[in-house]
């Protein structure tokens, strides 16, 4: 088992949390180990303040750890927002150039950050709320196109 330092320890777990739902540190500890990473439950609780890791409610009223802003990497791949909305968007409106997106209690941030990261074309921002998330899309009529995306990547259209 290897001994990594903590920049490729971060990313391995941001990695997991990303991947599959993570409910507690033993568990992630586990997770670790399997794949050939020493690490104590000491050592990874540091890591998830660190990383800034939250946990959040999924869909069956789970709760799973989260890193909101693991905004560093831009460009999130299609798969990933897809799955992502796909988990916890349940609601897609629309009205002029503002989208509007609702979420269980306590995950709009997540939504908020894998968009901001994805920097999808014609949304100019977000804000999220702690089940409501915004987007402002350029030109009058831009929010219709980009709810459209959204709901399509969430399996709601």
């Known amino acids: 088992m290897a001994t990594l330092g903590k920049p490729q320890r971060h990313h391995r777990i941001a990695r997991l949390l990303e991947e599959q739902a993570?409910?507690?540190?033993?568990?992630?500890?586990?997770?670790?180990?399997?794949?050939?990473?020493?690490?104590?439950?000491?050592?990874?609780?540091?890591?998830?303040?660190?990383?800034?890791?939250?946990?959040?409610?999924?869909?069956?009223?789970?709760?799973?750890?989260?890193?909101?802003?693991?905004?560093?990497?831009?460009?999130?791949?299609?798969?990933?927002?897809?799955?992502?909305?796909?988990?916890?968007?349940?609601?897609?409106?629309?009205?002029?150039?503002?989208?509007?997106?609702?979420?269980?209690?306590?995950?709009?941030?997540v939504i908020g950050s894998a968009l901001d990261r994805a920097d999808l074309e014609g949304v100019l921002g977000t804000v999220a709320g702690d089940d409501t998330l915004i987007l402002v899309c350029s030109g009058s009529n831009g929010g219709g196109v980009v709810a459209e995306q959204l709901s399509s990547l969430a399996g709601l259209s």
């Open 22 to 109: 993570v409910s507690s540190q033993a568990q992630l500890v586990e997770m670790l180990a399997a794949n050939g990473v020493a690490a104590t439950q000491v050592t990874v609780s540091r890591d998830l303040e660190e990383l800034g890791a939250v946990k959040i409610r999924i869909p069956g009223g789970a709760m799973a750890y989260a890193i909101p802003e693991h905004a560093k990497e831009r460009n999130v791949p299609v798969d990933h927002l897809r799955r992502v909305l796909g988990e916890f968007v349940v609601e897609v409106a629309v009205s002029a150039n503002i989208v509007v997106l609702r979420t269980p209690p306590g995950s709009a941030h």
